[in-house]
């Protein structure tokens, strides 16, 4: 139900953008948002966009990383530019209604690694 791409190995100061494509059921209600794990660390919410376009970011991403979405083609991306090698992670795409913090559905990881 939900589909991440983009990942890859870029070296620090590059960018990378990633996708994630959900069905029209999930999108269209949802707040949705990227997480990232890193090994050894805890799971972490990057960033989120709700149905109305707002968005969060966590401050170690601030500046650096966009999140946005397209309504028609029920898309999330990220696009992250000036990567440091602490941005290093598996990450994920999730979404959640927007009556709750919860995050209920998941796509699968994509890894990003930055090397220095």
């Known amino acids: 139900q939900l589909q991440a791409s983009g990942g890859g190995l870029v070296q620090a100061g590059g960018s990378l953008r990633l996708s994630c494509v959900a069905s029209g059921r999930i999108f269209s209600i949802n707040t949705m948002g990227w997480y990232r794990q890193a090994p050894g660390k805890e799971r972490e919410l990057v960033a989120s966009?709700?149905?109305?376009?707002?968005?969060n970011y966590a401050d170690s991403v601030k500046g650096r990383f966009t999140i946005s979405r397209d309504n028609a083609k029920n898309t999330v991306s990220l696009q992250m530019n000036s990567l440091k090698p602490e941005d290093t992670a598996v990450y994920y795409c999730?979404?959640?209604?927007?009556?709750?913090?919860?995050?209920?559905?998941w796509g699968q990881g994509t890894l990003v690694t930055v090397s220095s």
């Open positions: 999730a979404a959640r209604p927007p009556s709750t913090s919860t995050y209920r559905y």
């Open positions: 966009v709700a149905s109305d376009g707002s968005t």
